[in-house]
């Protein structure tokens, strides 16, 4: 049976820098009311029923030693790496399958338990067995280094897919260029065929109104007058 502790009750479980909140049947915490006690650097979430924790969890920066063991984590937020004064964490006996990236800020870190999550079968050899201090110690260091390759990786990643789509953009602008410059060219030479056809248009206009004007002038000479002569004889006849 879950519940939700008063603000009276999470504040009466605070000794000293250590807040005990296991044992509770929280399927959540209570994010704000840690917050609310900044002396509470020590807090025991053990053996509840978290599922997850929300985003709002990693403003919790003044932790310095979390236990989140036997509870039912399947992943830690995004941010989690936000609560860099981490000394000791404990996620013993959760479902985790990995740690976010944001981790390799969690520079303090020098004591991490991991056993008992499927994470612990997916990198062996990091995590060890962590049945020991020292063991849970070498964790810490070998995680945090694992977690620092895998950043590596995904930024050398992240870049080559960058160095990729631009390239892919730059020959797709080049190919719109090129498109361009084709289109322009046949527009040129549409315009310069459509000025050459005007042009013999023009011409053929111009000689077939030469040669009506022509036609028109040869109409419109008068005949070669009659010879003189012969037009006496004609007057003499009549006389």
């Known amino acids: 049976m879950t519940r939700n502790l008063s603000k009276e009750e999470i504040k009466n479980k605070l000794d000293g820098e250590e807040l005990d909140l296991s044992l509770c049947s929280l399927t959540k915490v209570p994010v704000k009311e840690i917050a609310a006690l900044p002396k509470a650097r020590v807090v025991d979430l053990s053996c509840n029923s978290l599922t997850t924790l929300t985003e709002t969890f990693c403003s919790l920066r003044q932790l310095v030693r979390l236990d989140l063991s036997k509870n039912a984590l399947k992943e830690l937020p995004q941010e989690f790496g936000n609560l860099n004064q981490l000394k000791e964490l404990d996620l013993y006996c959760n479902q985790l399958s990995g740690l976010p990236l944001s981790c390799v800020n969690l520079e303090n870190l020098i004591w991490l338990d991991l056993k008992s999550n499927p994470v612990q079968k997916l990198w ?60 322009k060219q046949q527009e040129k030479q549409l315009k310069r065929e459509a000025y050459e056809a005007t042009k013999r248009h023009k011409k053929v206009v111009e000689e077939e109104r030469s040669k009506i004007l022509q036609a028109k002038d040869e109409c419109m000479e008068p005949g070669p007058p009659e010879p003189l002569i012969q037009a006496q004889g004609k007057s003499n006849n009549v006389n």
């Open 124 to 183: 062996p050899d990091v995590i060890g067995n962590c049945l020991s201090k020292a063991e849970c110690k070498q964790c810490a260091k070998n995680v945090l280094r694992h977690l620092k390759i895998l950043a590596i990786n995904e930024e050398q990643a992240k870049l080559a897919f960058e160095k990729e789509q631009k390239a892919l953009e730059e020959e797709k602008e080049q190919h719109a260029r090129e498109l361009r410059k084709r289109q």
